[in-house]
């Protein structure tokens, strides 16, 4: 079996990969709003902020961009990713759904196990 990946940010569980096939998890992120000048000053531009409510299920060999949700289409593929996400959050938690992970330490401990 291939390996999954599980992308964190901030201790938020948001995308799991896993061959072509990506989801990505309810969250809020940053972006540059289209049509926004962009600058070489040294000065940033001012930042959109999205809330993706519902999961999003991404065919990356057939869209590179993220822009089709296609997890109707494949009910199968989204369960097998949201069962990757059920693994990774047991093991190293999830702030946006609050779960506490297994495998956590606290920072800068090594286990005694």
């Given at each position: 079996m291939k390996p999954y990946f599980a992308y964190y940010n901030t201790n938020e569980l948001q995308a799991v990969i896993y061959g072509k096939w990506k989801l990505v998890?309810?969250?809020?992120?940053?972006?540059?709003?289209?049509g926004t000048e962009l600058r070489n000053d040294g000065i940033p531009v001012k930042y959109s902020y999205i809330k993706l409510?519902?999961?999003?299920?991404?065919?990356l060999s057939l869209d590179k961009g993220e822009?089709?949700?296609v997890s109707a289409q494949y009910?199968?593929?989204l369960a097998q990713l949201n069962g990757f996400a059920d693994?990774?959050?047991t093991d190293m938690g999830d702030k946006?759904?609050?779960i506490e992970g297994t495998?956590?330490?606290?920072?800068g401990r090594i286990s005694q196990e």
């Open positions: 998890f309810p969250h809020t992120y940053r972006t540059i709003p289209s409510e519902t999961p999003l299920l991404f065919d822009t089709t949700d009910p199968e593929i693994q990774a959050r946006l759904t609050g495998g956590n330490r606290k920072a």
